[in-house]
């Protein structure tokens, strides 16, 4: 069936260092991918996104890129601090487009 | 932050008992949707609604029921069906129907088993 998958389920950096989460879906005609930060105890929030006509999009320090031909999209965040630890979750549509599928998140812990 | 309000906040379930889970939003947003958080597994999407009186299953509809008899105002029942209710839940709402628009979370319900 249609899905999304993300790695790695956790990622542990040091602060300053950079991340990557990598997300890959099955259905070729989705075209938008959005990424959400959820942090402890509180409501997912989205931090940015990006459509198919484009390959990259940055937001100061994070940047989302996508390769449709390899059906994969990327979260990169760069100089890292300890408010970035969070569960990050991927998404794209699915069912011909009609609902949104979440990655299974990523805890990402940054170290001091 | 404010705009869509999920109650309660800690929610206990008997054995065989049905109970509802309650979500409001003032943000006039056509859309409505329910989603599962289990450790692990992402959100998973139980319902959705893109206009009053009408609604879909997700992906993890059985043992669920739904209803939106108004706009502001979209109820998840978790039936005695349910086998393994004990999860956190999450109501999200978007302005429009698309695939593409941003969702509005709540803060959350978090259902145990008694």
């Not at chain 1, 389920?9 to 959820?38: H, M």
């Not at chain 2, 056509?30 to 609604?55: C, E, H, K, T």
Request: charged residues 20%; hydrophobic residues 30%; neutral net charge.
């Amino acid at each position: 069936g249609e899905n999304v998958e993300q790695h790695p389920s956790t990622l542990s950096v040091q602060e300053g260092d950079s991340a990557v989460i990598k997300c890959t879906y099955s259905d070729s005609a989705s075209n938008y991918f959005p990424w959400y930060k959820q942090e402890l105890g509180k409501r997912p929030q989205l931090i940015i996104d990006i459509r198919s006509n484009v390959g990259e999009k940055k937001d100061q320090r994070i940047a989302v890129t996508l390769n449709k031909t390899a059906k994969h999209f990327s979260l990169h965040i760069t100089e890292t601090q300890p408010e970035d630890s969070a569960v990050y979750f991927c998404a794209a549509p699915t069912g011909g487009g009609n609902k949104l599928t979440f990655g299974t998140g990523t805890q990402l812990k940054v170290e001091l | 932050d404010g705009g869509i309000t999920q109650s309660p906040k800690y929610l206990f379930r008997k054995e065989g008992q049905n109970v509802t889970l309650s979500c409001e939003q003032n943000l006039n947003h056509d859309a409505m949707y329910w989603y599962r958080q289990d450790p692990g597994q992402g959100l998973r999407l139980i319902y959705y609604s893109q206009i009053v009186n009408d609604f879909q299953k997700g992906d993890i509809a059985e043992g669920y029921s739904v209803s939106r008899e108004k706009k502001e105002s979209f109820p998840l029942t978790v039936t005695s069906a349910q086998k393994n209710p004990t999860a956190f839940y999450l109501c999200a709402s978007s302005l429009g129907t698309a695939t593409n628009e941003k969702l509005f979370f709540g803060s959350g319900t978090q259902l145990s088993v008694l």
